[in-house]
Structure formats: structure tokens, C-alpha cells
């Protein structure tokens, strides 16, 4: 218990949700792709890697195997900055697995990014995780109490540590061994010189699918993966089933029971890519239009124009336009070329802040009333600069700004890299002090009934950072580490 | 003339217009940047061709100057990856011009990435330059017969070594001598210790306008600049006119008489920047919007749903459906973490070609009459790629492309990266065949007379690249040159 | 057993004895330096690794402590390529331990780079391993049994694996139950938040002394390292001792029984610096003087002049030119700046060898007759070419080859990076043999009586390569590998 | 004139001999290399620029042809960690010239490594320079002043301007005109796609000798180079002679009149390697042994042992104990891994100086008469400490140090490194001064008429360091500098 919380308090220890949150945007922590039975093994997954790099640019990696050994590369970076031709090509063999990991300040550095590889009693390992474990630091102190050494802060790496400590005789055993103790988030990928193995846990808090391409298997987390590599959905893993896939097939095996799903609404909202289709195959552009056709029944607005903040705030923005027949434009000009490294100025010229990514188009946006559509507001810091750049900048009249989801009041645990409770400006302040604060006319969330008008079941769902529900609850110790981190 | 050929034969010059052409899009070739008289002249600058990251991503530079010394920082890749906080530290003073360079193969080294910097009988001089000039060969075979030894392959350092051996007393009096000596295209900045000045040639190609921050001056590529660093627009630096900024404020010289002026109309097509005001100040994304608007009033179609290739053609696609009542919709999926260096996998999954870039949302697409507006056709691969993509892919039932300028058939000789003639499909091609080709349901270009019911004063434009009316002439030799090349 | 087999095959594991020979000479593994209590910790740990980097040169590494947190740095190359000033400031605290680890090629790579640093149930702890452990593999395959997750391949991680899973409670006790387990060579330098412990295995193969500078305790693995940072030599820790360094100074525990000494008499011939002293204090410059000597006794010849075969062969060269009367010379001029990456060219201008590094005075040694002393006799190869540089390039009349050493006969196990026996030449042929491979007019290698004419005591001393008494014997398995490898 | 004194103050001219002097040796600043006509032209380079390393460890580069076309590949680095085998086969054809550049502080950077590559009115050429010009401000400044942009402050590039500029129709003339117009030291190598050129100036100031190697033609600064790569050894280059090397064959051409010769002297006593034979074939160790034994006839001395202070001591050391009869030993170990990057410790344990390249045997040394033979002393630093190290360290009873040169009391402008005047110990002091400064028990330097005992015709030598004899005299402005400089 003591140790615990000088663990956390020495950051020595995972770093989920406590790492600094550097962005206004929630995000998701990973990406995860696999293929077994393929001679382009490696290939595809740099390239389903690449079509899942919204979801982690910290940094990347892809293990390989050649049936006699495995092989790893990874790098911190984008996907196409780390892998070059000559990079590929130490990748040989036909079974591959591979990891984006989010970019986060602080505790990332090499040795936390995936796959983890390692060497144990029954051979060769490797590991990619998507998700995050709530009772992680638990079960590490347990492990080094029996004389585990770990080599990263990665929860990921107890997984590992149980497996490898496993009284189990193979390697499926020894990961149902592993998970009955775990629990969180996770969608799993894990690979022998001969074999992929994919599970996800009960809840199902983050998408895994299954596809096919060219009589291989193919696992990833979102399914615009499956288009680029060209690969056809057969289905979802499901929550708390592991997927063994090797020469003899495909083999399903019922891992943790599974009670309740809790689906990640915020894939829905924000982080899956609109061409993905995830929980169930349902589209998550058409599922962002009707946020936006609702939003628009539930908040309408006297306005001239309706303008996302792109890109992430297109189809919710669409839809409301399509709604309330205002007319769609693109008022804001974003510059792709900002990546995380950007160089604040010092001195005179600090805070550019937004303006390094958006401009606004002052010949279109003058004198009108302006309603800007996004997904969601965290800490509201980049809210208030949209606006005052909008009206400023672009010369509106009135600025009204409507989110395509409730307000977001708790954070998460299960992988998504969130501020602590009282950084989330919709947990200390009402609708109206938040409107005021970011200076527009007028400011309206989505209501929780309005997401689920269009999605079916949602007691499927995960909702927490909405409503405080939360699926999975974290031992005592956690609750305290939240009062003394918030 | 022997000489000139061998010297084309071994690639061993000026790579415009005889770079390999690699990608399928007409592409500028550099953005210059500077600014006189302000504490944070590298950090501004740095910002300023951050904002012009467009016009050029294969290196970047900046020189600065503390009044005692001058200061150079450059290297390939982007703005934003080249220049840390600890790089920008290197660069003190008040005075300072940066550059972006085009990314291109072949002829591409560091070497060639500017500002250009030396030494020469006054002292130091540094020189950005976005522009092609025609008789560079001509100009460099004649300066090293008297002895001079080049450096690099870029024809800007002709300008520098018409400087250096000119018999004029000034650096004023010799810049004009060396523009009458050179023929093409040049929005040049240049600087001393203690000066800054910028010269744009006669017929005014390339943009280059005049702003002001916090009573320092500043000159850049496009407005977009300004807005980034906080810069008011004051006005463009006149065709064969040279603005000289010192302490003693700015000084406009006539250096070269401007009989005509020929604007690049595809800057306003495709090159700059929505939010740019270019050409005497007109909104780019307000002539775009006008030609799409202006597309559907030529060619309308019978269809259920206007998509652009993101992201150029929106303003277009906008406009088209505005002007059509066709519901616009964001059908394609860019991943904007695609970079220059990615990788194609080799054997059996070949040719990804534009997947790599854009994904279609089939729910959205399928069974749908889709019109696609785009800006422009080079050589016909990447639009047959897309019209496949719509097609099967996305489950479209028509496709319908509308191309928001007229059909390109003539090379760029003035600053832009075009194929030879003979690539460009338009060329040798008839609409028809064009339209079989990419496999579309119906192809339409926008008229000439379209594109310039909204811009006044065609006659000030250069249109070549649509009607072979090249305002500069090359010598006899180069046109024997563009033979050896088509 | 057949897992055992499986690795070794796999060159997964322990690098020594079975690391690729790339040398003809013997090599030392390690050296390890240590202080604790002194402001300036690491810069003096740097230099204390700069005095031993003779006894490795792949990688070095240094870790510190500032009492609350430790530091490390560590890289493959020469330690003052390693350490700019910049790097030594990462390293703050008054306690740090380091380690020079000796270059081989194949399983050579940074994770194998020593200290080895871990964080366990007790907190932190690094390790500096001089040495080699003969029943690494055994503990290893044991330690995995049990859920032991392996990062290297060095058989110092056996160490920490066994102080981790010990059920004893405090680090010097579980340090204690470690070495009971472990069997072989090791001079080890541990370290955590506030202590450093020294401990020698009970044989004491490896030189390990303790000094003192500024009232801080030095431990180190020769004595030139206290020469170089001016500390003064107090005392050897004895073999089987355990040496506890902290704030209450230095305390002196007996950790394991050593029934017999063994001292490695390679040190003495070959490897340890001439300005150190070794085992007891005995000069090592002085005992190869004398060997030359006695080998001058022992095998007389007419000559014209003495040379060695630098740097190495120096001293015993003198003793035989003092002794014999015959004078000394420089006759081959030694090439310093000859590293590890040497490339030879390729095609008709291969094999150039010893030319790289050494060239004969041919105004010094035509129509001589030469004496050449060296230390020892490898595979012969190297010897070869020198006997042909001195006669052919040289233009010696006669060439006489004398080793300060008794045939090398056998590989060692504890910590030198020696060939196969099979790769011994002395181990298959005869000294006459030998000289006809050689070339040489005549050739003699020192008696085993001689070498220990002037060291008191010779069954203190391991001299296994000579005669095959290997004073650990290696478990059944072992044995059989070495047949696998022989 | 005020230009001139401009440029030196800004330092941004010419190196040599305003260069930082930052070891306590006079140092060569190059070796070349080249060949003509071998299939392995740039592997034999790489291995005559390593046997010439001791020349100049700065930076290294090669320049090849393949007749078409001209490679170069040049680094900051030694010859050995710049040239990998990769990078050899970037070096295709069978003509290349290779250059080492010693390692100075402050203006070293990688535009000044050679061979210096351009491009220029009769196609490519390429450079390689070893010596010193003492006109090259004054031709730099008047060349500028004619157009001439400089890339380098390498007095080098001065002459390739002059090709570059002259009137004159081959390259040959042109060369003839250029040097007509240099003054000072020059050993030079050129090279087109066809032809190799080798040219010394006419006082001969640096070694170059022509050698041939299975038919082809080599040309290297030092005869060991030869001895590397198997070449024999044909004769010099003479002084003033311009030889051509082409598929024709050898062709010796007088390019400049050479009233007089000006060997230098010191490549005798301490730059050139012992086992080279240089000015008319004559070993440089047999010199130095002879410098030796006169040292040991004029200053005796009652004493125990020589040792010399390694390794350039050594065969005067060898020859004065020759002489003496008092025994020869080698009481100081030195560490040569030491690159010239060593970084001193800071705060307490500063000023390791010597220590961290030497360490004395006590052992041997203790209670001794010690005799310590040195080539030179240049400001007395390092003698003071080396003496220091025996009493004290080494506890010798008594030192004494004896110089195989005579004072140094003048600096070098042909093209070796030394400090100004008022820094070199013995133009200030006399030799019973020094002797106190250092510590010495007695101190003697060789005499003048003793070093030309052995050697030929003093009169083909330059001693100017000696007797300020200076054969090139400077101009007015620079005879002003070093005044400004001393």
C-alpha cells in the first residue's frame, strides 16, 4: 500500500490515466494489427499499421516470424518514418503482428513501445496490446515480490510476467491463466514462431475484427485497416473470446465469461476513423451524421453558415447542416503539416496555440452567424480559441458551438488518454459558465439520449466519461491515487 | 551548344523543368519568407514557412543576421522537423529570410535547399528564391568560362554569381544588373548584415505580397503567412519592382520595366492556399468556390451526392454543389500521416497507389450517382484510380468527374514541377478518350472563359500550361531541349 | 538437456566461450571500477574505464547515484567516444560503478553492454560483472522454469535473477545466496541508492583491488586505474570476499569458502597493463622482464637483434636483449589508429592482415638476424605473416620466434575470449610443426617451469590453458558441448 | 589592407597558422594519396590515407573516377571509422586521390576536408593539398574582387580558383599559370575523369614520392604508404615538378624554377613515420637513431636508464643509450586509446593533462637516474609534466630530459601547426630557464650542427624554426599580422 503510492508518486509506474495530458483531445491509446499465413506478412501489417495510425503516433513496431525465429523492429515515430524498405526486410516470414502506441510526454520512450518480445520457458513471445489494465500496479507489486524484474512501465508487461509464471502447460492455458487475473481493457494480439492469438476482454471496452485476404487470416483493431491491405470483414472477436490462428485454422475458445459488453461510445463520437466500421459492422461516419442531424433537432440556431472543426468535426457537421438546411462550409483551414514536435516561439510571440493548425477564411466567414460543429470538449482551451479566432480572425457576427456529444465529465481508464476529473471543464463548471468562458453566443452538448437514439442497446455501451458509471471498478488504492492526483 | 546538351544529358542542371515528375498533381516549388527589424526575426520566420509548408516539403532554411554576423540553419525534410528549439537558438538577430523547397527525386540534395548563403567581395549575402528562370544554362555555361565555379545545380546561384561579378559598386546597383540579365520567373528575397530586400520579376509569376508586425516589415509567399505570425497585409511587391528594407524603412526602386504581367492562374486554381489572398488580394477559396459554382452551371449531372478529392478539391466540390442543389459529402477518407517516404510493399501487393492516401465510405457511396470534383488532371493515373475507388470500392452506381480548370497540355517552365509535354494525357488526348480512360461515367473540364468570368483581366494572367502562350520565350536551344525531353 | 542443446545451437545464450574468435590473440572480457563517497563520481569512473579499456573495447557503461535515483549511460564503442561532457552530466550523484566490455562480433550489442540496471521487489540495483559463470545455462533454463523473463544474453543477468527470486531479505544476503548457487569467474561490482558492494568469486581468476582517493573508496579491476584518477592502492579483496561500501565506510564480509586459489597467470603474460600490479601487489612490467629472461636462459641464439612484436611483446623482449646481450630494437613501427572496423578491400588486394597494423624498418633489419619476442601463440596465423613481414619486407637474414609463454593448449572458461581447442594450434601440433607453418628458422615457447621461477607459489595460479588442470569443472553437459563446438 | 586585417580578425580566412594550437607537438597538417590506372583504385587509397593517418586525423576523404563520372566521399574522422565498405563501392573507376587533414579546433569543419571536388569550365577536378600558401589572402581578396565565390577557408581552394580563372586553354597551362602565381608549401595531387596531376612547389618544403604497383602509377606524401598497399618505391616528385599521369603513361614536366631547396627539417626529426624514407630515400629511423647517439656524445650523462617518452622517442632514445652504454627501458606506458576528444573532468580533478595518455612503471623507475629523450619541446607544458610524472610517480632520483631537435624558436607558414612565437618556450627563454620551468635535473637540446652531421647538405633543408631562416619570405601585411598575433 505504501509502496503503491510511492510507486505512483516516483512515476515510476504505469502510465495510465496518469500521464500529462498534453492535448485538448481525448485520445486513443493504441492500434493493433496481425496477419498469420501470408508471404507479405510483414508488408500488410506496415501497411494496416499505417491505415490505424490515428490511433497512436508516438511510436510503432511489427514482429515477425519465420516459422524457425521471430523478428522485431520498432521505433519511435510515424509508421512511414520508421520503416524503410531495407526495416521491412528484416521482417521476413509469414505471421506478423504490430503496434501503434499514442504519443504521450513524459514516461514514453523506446522500451515502452509494442510489440514486447521476449524470451521465456516455452520459447519466443510477443504482445501487442490495445487497452489499459485497472489493477496493473497490483499484480506487478505481486510479481516482484516473487522476484519478477521488469523492464518497462508498460502495463502491458504483466501480462507477460503471467504467462511466464504460469503453472499452465501451453500457452493457451497460460493466457487464461493470465486474464482470469487481469482486468480492464484489453483487445490483445500475441504471437508464437507459429501461431497469432487474439483476445479481448469481457467488456469489450476497444474493437477487434477479423478479417481474410487471400485465405490468411487478418486481425486489426478498426476495419479501414481491412480496406487498405484489402482484406474482407468476417466478424468482430468477441468480448471475452480468444481466436487462436495457426496452420490448422481458425479455433474460437470462450477465454472469460462475459456478463455485460461496454463498447467505447467515444470510438463512435471521435476516435475510429469514419470509414471504420466497429461493434457489430455499424459505419461510424453514418453514425456521426446522425449526432449531427439530432443535434440540430434537439439545438437549433438561427445562423448563415455551419462549419466544422475539421477534421474530426466533418460529419457531425454535415448532418447538421443537412438537418437545419444552413449552408455546409469550410471556414477553417487546417495545416497538415503540424506534427507533435511543434516549437512554440519564446518571448513576445508565445500561445499561437490553434493557430499553428487552423485559419480561418475571412472573406467567407464575415459578418455572418457562424454555428461550428465538434465532437467534444475536454479542458476548453482550444474551444475559446476557436471561437476568438472565428470571430476575430474571421469576422463573424456570432459564434454558436454545438458538440456532438454530452459533456464529458469523468475520465477513463480502459485506454483512452484523458485529464484528471478536475481538468475536464464539464466536472466543475455548467453549460453556461463554460459558454461564457469560451465567449461564444450560444453553446449546446448533445444529450446522452440523443447518441443512443441511433445506436441500439445502450447498456452495451461504456458511457463513464459521461456518466460516471464505470464498468470495471479499480481497487481502493486507485480511488485514493485519483483524489491525489486530481 | 554541344556543351549545353552534354550538360542536360548528365542531369548535371537546374532540375525545373526537367525533374522526374513523381507524383500526379502540378506542384509549386518553393515559399519565401522574411521579415526586417524584429526581436524574434527566426522564430517569425519559422512560423511564416511553416505556414507556407504547401508550396515545398523537401527541405527548408533559414538564414538570420544579428548586424555583426549572418547565421544559416538548413536541412531536407519539413519545417517543423528541421528546426528544435536549440536549432532556432543558433539563429539570433532581427533580420531574417527563410525558404521551402519542393520535395522532388533525382536532383534533390541539401546542397540545393536554400537560402543560399556565401561570401563574396562586399561580405555576406543570402538569397531565397521561388521561381525558374529560362537561360540559367545559358547564363552558367557563360560565368564559368570567365572562371566561376558553381556549387550546386539550382539556377538561383546564377543570380549569386551575377552579383559577385558584377562591375557595379552597390549590392542595390548590382541585383538590378543581374535582373536584366535573367529571364523567367523570380519572387526573390534577399539580405546583407543589415538589409533585406525583395524583387519580383517583370511579368509577376509567382505571388509575393508586403505585410507589417509590430512596425517590423514583412514579405512572404501568400497572406496566409501574415495571418500566423499576427502580420496586417499592406500590398504586393509590384512586377519588376525591388522594395529594399533597412533602418531606414522600406524603399520601392523600379528595377526592370514590366511591359506585361502574367499571373499564374493555377496558383489560384490549386497552389495556394484557400485562406491566401493572392494576385491584388483576392480569396483563393472564393475563386474556387466560383469555378465550382461556375463547373455546374457548364456541366450539370443527374446525381445524388457531390464528393471532392479532398483536400483541394473542396472549395470546388462546394461550389458545385451549391450551385447544383446536390447534397455534398465528404466520401473520401484522406490519411494525412502519409509522407513522401512511403514505402510500397513489393511482389504480390503492388500498386496501392492512391489507397495509401484515400479510402471511400462505402455506406455512404454505394448505389449512389456521385459526381467527383477535382482540380485538375496531369496524367489521368491517379483520377482512373479514384473513379475505381468510387466505383468499387465505395459500390457507386455513376461516376461523374468535373475538373474545376481546363485541360493542362503544355509543360511549366516558370516555377511549377510539370511532366513533359508528352505525359500530360491532355496533350495527346481527346476529353473522350480521357474519360475512357479513367474509366468515368462522364469527364467534363471547366472552359477557359469560365475560369475568367470571375477573374478580371484575363490578359494578366499566364494561362500557358492550357494555351501554349508562353509568355517568356527560351532560347532556340532550349526548345530543341524540350524535343530531346518529350 | 536437449533444450540445453536447442539454445546453445541457437546461439541464444552466453557469449562465452562461444563467441566467434576474430582475433589472434587472447583476450580479457571485462574491467569494472567502482567509487563511492566522491563528489565527482563518474567523471573518476570515466577515467578509471579510460585506464582499463584494454580490457574491453565493444561497449562501456556507467551507472550513478544521487542517493534518491540512479542514473545510467551506457553505448558500444570506446569509452571516450561514449562519454561527452554532456552525457558525464546525466550521470550526478557521489556513488557510480562502471564496466568496459570486450569487443566480439556476433552476439555483441548494446543490451549485452554492462552495468545491467534493474528495478526488483527491493528497489534499484545495477551490476558490473567481470568474469565468466560455468553453470550459467543451468540456472538460466531453471530460472525460466519458474516465470523468469530473460532481456540478455550476458550471464551476469543469471545473477540478478537469482538476487531478485532470493527469499532472503536484504540485498547482502541474497547476494550471498546467489553466489552459493553460481560457479565460475566473477570480479562483480554491485550497486544500489546508497551502497556499493564488491565480491570475488572464491577462486579469484580475475584481478579485483581496492584503493582509496580523498577518503573514498575505489575499487577497480588494476591498479593502473588508481594511477590514472590518483588513488592509492590499499589492498586486494580477497577471493570469496564480500566488500560492503557505504556511509559507514567499508566492511569486509566472507561470503563464500575458497579452499583454493587460482589466480589467471594470462593476466601476468598478456593482459593486464604493464603498470599494474596484480594479485598481491606483483608488478606485471617487472614479472614479463623476467620471463623474457628466463626464456633467454632457457633458449638461447646467435642473433644480430631483439625486436618485439609491439605493444605486447615489449618487456619480455627487453628481458631477452638484457639477458642474451644481443641488442634491442624497434623494428616493426605499429599503426595506432587501426580499430575493430577495419575494412579489407575486397577482390585481388585482399589478406593484408597484420600489414594493417604493423610494417618492418627495412634499413634496420636487412641481412639480420632476427630475434622476435612475443607473448603467445594462438592459432599461428598471425605469427605466420609477422615472420614473413620480417623476412620478406624486411629483408632479415634469419628469423628466431620466442614466446614468453608455454604452448596455449587449451580454451578458458572463465572469462577470456579464447578459440576451440581444435583452433589452438599448440593443442594439435608439435613445436616443430608449429615452426614450419610458421616459417620461422627457429622457434621456442618458455617452460612452464620458467614462468613460475620468479612467482611464488604456482598452485595458487589457474594455468588451464597450458595444462588443462581447469580448476572448475564444468558440468556433463558442458563437456558435450564442448565436443559440439571443438 | 584594412580588408585583409577585416578577414583575420573575423577569422574567416585561411587557418594555417592562426589556427587554434591546441596539443603541446608541432603537427603536419596532411598526407595524400593517389593512383591511376588500378581496379582498386579507392580501396588502395583508403588504405595509403590509413598508412598516412599520422599525418592528419581531422578528416578524410577520396575522390574516384570511373572515367564517366567523379565520386567523392569525405568526413569529419579517422581514415578507418569514415570509410565503410558501403561507402567504398560509391567510389567505382580506377584513378582516386585521397587527403588526411589534421584535427584543429575552431575552423575545422567538414567544407574544409579535402579532396575539394568541383565543377568548372573544362568539366570536374578535384584537389588535395598538403602544405601552406602564404599568399592566399591576398589572392583570395583580389579574386572576390573579380566575381570569385569562396566555399571553404582553405588556402586550397584558392588555387582551384585560379585554374578556374586562367586564360590559358588545358588544365596543364593552367596549372602552370596558378602556381606562377602561389607562394609557400605545396605538395599537391589533382585529378580529372582521365588523368591524375602531382605538383611540388620549388623548395620541396613536403615529402612526395612517386612509387608504381602492378603497373600502376602511385604518388603518396610518405613512403610507408607504399609499403602498405605493395607499391615500389621509384623515385620523388622534384622539387618544382609537374608530373602527369594518364593512360599515355608518366610525364614529367618543369612547371616552376627551383633555385633552391628547403627540405623540412622536422619531418626528419618527429612528423614523418620511421619506417618511410623521405627527401632522396633516406629512413627516417636511422636518422633519428643518429640523432640519438650525437645527443649522447655532446650532453653525457651519469645515469641508470633512457627511456624515451613514447612513441616518438623512441629511436633517439635507442640511439643515445646505444651510445651511453646506461641501459634502455620503456618506463612509460602509454594508453592509445586516447582520441582527441577526451573530456577533463571538471571542478576537483582537473588538469590530468599527460596522465590521461602516460603512466610510469615505479617499479622500474624508483630510486633511478633517470635519462628521458624527447624530438622537441614546444611550449614546455607537457615536458613539465612528463618530468613531474617520473619524480614523482615514477620516484626517480634524477631526471634528465634531452631534446633530439634544437630549441624551436620560430613558428611554421608551410604548412605545419605550431603556436606564435611568443608561445614556443625556447624563443623567450634560455635553455637554463626552461630547464627550472620544467623541473628538470639537466636539460640539453641537440645542437644545429649536430642534427646535419647525418644529413646531406643543410642548405637543401629549412630550419626556419631554428634559425628563423625563412626560404618564402610574406608580405608586409602578414609580417604586421603576426604581430598582431604574438
Known sequence: ???????????????????????????????????????????????????????????????????????????????????????????????????????????????????????????????????????????RTELESRGAIFQSTADSEVIIHLIASSREDTLHDRLIDAVSRI??????????????????????????????????????SETCAFDLVGAKFVRDVEPGEMIIINDEGMQSVRAVPSPRHAFCV???????????????????????????????????????????????????????????????????????????????????????????????????????RVVVVDDSIVRGTTSKKIVKMIREGGGAKEVHLRISSPPTTGPCFYGINTPTRKELIASTHSVEEIRKYITADSLQYMTWEGIFKDIPDPEQYCSACFNDKYPVLCCQEKAEQFDLFT
Chains 1, 2, 3, 4 share one sequence.
Open 266 to 368: 467515444f470510438e463512435c463520437i471521435y476516435f475510429a476513423r469514419p470509414d471504420s466500421n466497429v461493434f457489430g459492422n455499424q459505419n461510424v461516419d453514418a453514425m456521426r451524421k446522425n449526432f449531427g442531424r439530432e443535434l440540430a433537432r434537439e439545438y437549433p440556431v438561427e445562423a448563415d453558415i455551419v462549419i466544422p472543426v475539421p477534421d474530426s468535426g466533418v460529419p457531425a457537421a454535415l448532418g447538421y447542416a443537412a438537418e437545419s438546411g444552413i449552408p455546409f462550409d469550410c471556414g477553417l483551414i487546417r495545416n497538415h503539416y503540424v506534427g507533435r514536435t511543434f516549437i512554440e516561439p519564446r518571448q513576445s510571440i508565445r500561445h499561437f496555440g490553434v493557430k499553428i493548425k487552423l485559419n480561418p477564411i475571412r472573406k467567407l466567414l464575415e459578418g455572418k
Open 1 to 139: 500500500m505504501n509502496r503503491i503510492k510511492r510507486l505512483i508518486r516516483n512515476e515510476k509506474l504505469f502510465n495510465t490515466p496518469y500521464i500529462p495530458f498534453t492535448s485538448d483531445k481525448f485520445h486513443d491509446e493504441c492500434g493493433v494489427f496481425g496477419i498469420h499465413g501470408h508471404a507479405e506478412a510483414a508488408n500488410l501489417t506496415y501497411l494496416g499499421l499505417h491505415a490505424l495510425q490515428h490511433r497512436g503516433q508516438e511510436g510503432a513496431g511489427i514482429c515477425s516470424s519465420d516459422r524457425r525465429q521471430m523478428f522485431i523492429e520498432k521505433s519511435m515515430g510515424l509508421v512511414i518514418d520508421i520503416f524503410s524498405e531495407k526495416r521491412l526486410k528484416r521482417l521476413p516470414g509469414d505471421i506478423a503482428i504490430g503496434h501503434n502506441r499514442y504519443s504521450t510526454a513524459g514516461t514514453s520512450s523506446l522500451k515502452n513501445v509494442q510489440p514486447i518480445m521476449v524470451n521465456y520457458s516455452l520459447g519466443s513471445l510477443a504482445i501487442a496490446h490495445n487497452g489499459n489494465l485497472v489493477n496493473a500496479i497490483e499484480l
Open 183 to 220: 482486468s480492464g481493457a484489453y483487445s490483445l494480439l500475441l504471437m508464437t514462431e507459429n501461431e497469432m492469438v487474439a483476445i479481448r476482454d469481457p467488456f469489450g471496452f476497444r474493437p477487434l475484427s477479423i478479417g481474410m485476404l487471400d485465405g490468411a487470416y487478418v486481425v486489426a
